[in-house]
C-alpha cells in the first residue's frame, strides 16, 4: 500500500523560508510524477507544483514561480518543496500528491495517492 508522509510545516514570518518534505513508502519512486497542492480554509485545494517521473520537468503555479522549487530524490524515495519568500497568501495545509504514470498533472483528479497534509502559517 502506497503512502505518503509530509513534513516541514510550521510557522514562519513573512519573507522566511520553509522546506517541506514528502516521504514515500510501499512502491518506488521512480518514474513517477508527483505534485504538491494547497488549501487554505474556505478555498478550494489548488495546485501548486509538479515533477515529472524522470525528474527532468517541472511546473509551478504563477503565485509561486520563483520563490518554490520542487526536487525529488529517488533514492530515498522522497519529495521536497522549497518555499522562499513565504507570503501570507501562502498560508494553508499543503499535501503531496502521488500520480500513478510520470507525466505532469495540474489538477487533484490526476493523483491517486494524496498525503495528510502539513499546515503552513505564514504571518505578516
Known amino acids: 500500500q502506497v503512502q505518503l508522509v509530509e513534513s516541514g510545516g510550521g510557522l514562519v514570518q513573512a519573507g522566511g523560508s520553509l522546506r517541506l518534505s514528502c516521504a514515500t513508502s510501499g512502491r518506488t519512486l521512480s518514474c513517477i510524477a508527483m505534485g504538491w497542492f494547497r488549501q487554505a480554509p474556505g478555498k478550494e485545494r489548488e495546485f501548486v507544483a509538479a515533477?515529472?517521473?524522470?525528474?527532468?520537468?517541472?511546473n509551478y503555479a504563477d503565485s509561486v514561480k520563483g520563490r518554490f522549487t520542487i526536487s525529488r530524490d529517488n533514492a530515498k524515495n522522497t519529495v521536497y518543496l522549497q518555499m522562499n519568500s513565504l507570503k501570507p497568501d501562502d498560508t494553508a495545509v499543503y499535501y503531496c500528491?502521488?500520480?500513478?504514470?510520470?507525466?505532469?498533472?495540474?489538477?487533484?483528479?490526476?493523483?491517486?495517492?494524496w498525503g495528510q497534509g502539513t499546515q503552513v502559517t505564514v504571518s505578516s
Open positions: 500528491a502521488r500520480r500513478v504514470v510520470g507525466l505532469i498533472s495540474l489538477e487533484p483528479a490526476g493523483y491517486l495517492y
Open positions: 515533477i515529472s517521473g524522470s525528474g527532468d520537468r517541472t
